[in-house]
């Protein structure tokens, strides 16, 4: 009897430790900063998420100084950025306001990346629909 | 018919992006640099939002090291937040502890900016109200 | 009968002053800055708030940049945090993965300081708990 109760514990332990690891998290990233050193750990953050909650969402907005995150030409993080929002869990969105100040064209900017009409209020519609906030920079 | 079917849809559609570029979003701005950069593009972001959604509510609250932003001798962006702030649905606040660390008064402050007893306080008063949080800042 | 109502609306005032500051609030912040500037902040605001607000719960979650914070030879906030983490309503926690990044070991850290296997799942689980985020940093 003993032994049946521990069987069902072990069970019923590694169940709930399995649903705590696989509670989807919504987490929506701002991104102003035009330091690379920012950009590098943002990509880092949202590589690092997206393996460990594959059942997750991540969306990182960029917007104000952070133009070059997203310009293929421009970026230093290009290469990752592109595998990474290939993921269906992983969205890089560009403020188009932005693009218009930086004068950026749909062309110029890393396959994948999607542009949104304000980066702000991107963000805050997020938050309202119960995503969690994480602001990248130092 | 399909013409009468045509024109319902046009209307409910335009009905339905009215409503949308219409709903009403709360946004708090943290701001506690003392990055005149930043100060520029926390004004642009408000000044910018405050007119395409002008039934929404924006309030910037200042502390920490963000004190210069509204001392009216010092301020980088002392005009544009003095008309700014006279907008019903913008508001410029700042930390009363900040400005004892600083030495400041109210007559230091550009017109039109209100003070709180507490910087981080006011912000998670108005979080904990259902407003959306902006880090402005680098 | 006037200096009775005088009375009462004195008393109901200064209770609702006494209940506005004693709603406890719950406050996770977020440092990933390696600026020393900001770690003194950081630890200003926390020692300000939980002497002010000593029914409220403050949790300091580092990661990122930020390992240096809470090393015992490294940072420059040592001592004030070994103070502050004594407190029943403060906590001080870095991410396992930042740990892992720097070399860190458990013995590294300042005495007191907390380990949470993810920094960002901890800030996302406190939000999600109703926990009101503030980003430090400038």
Redesign the interface.
């Not at 102003?32 to 330091?35: C, I, L, R």
């Not at 969690?132 to 130092?138: F, L, V």
């Given at each position: 009897m003993k032994t049946v109760m521990q069987v069902v514990c072990v069970f019923l332990l590694s169940t709930m430790v399995m649903l705590a690891q696989q509670v989807p998290?919504k987490?929506v990233f701002?991104v102003?900063?035009?330091?690379t050193?920012?950009h590098q750990?943002t990509v880092r953050?949202v590589k690092?998420?997206s393996q460990?909650?594959p059942n997750s969402k991540f969306e990182v907005v960029m917007y104000?100084?952070a133009m070059e995150m997203v310009l293929k030409d421009k970026s230093v993080v290009a290469s990752e950025l592109e595998t990474l929002v290939k993921k269906d869990n992983v969205d890089f969105v560009i403020c188009q306001?932005t693009m218009k100040r930086y004068k950026a064209k749909a062309s110029d900017l890393i396959p994948g990346v999607r542009s949104v009409p304000?980066g702000?209020?991107e963000?805050?519609?997020k938050?309202?629909q119960g995503w969690?906030?994480?602001?990248?920079?130092?």
């Open positions: 998290v987490i701002d102003t900063s035009p330091d050193k920012v750990s953050h690092a998420m460990a909650y104000s100084g306001g304000d702000i209020l963000i805050v519609e938050q309202q969690s906030y994480i602001k990248e920079g130092q």
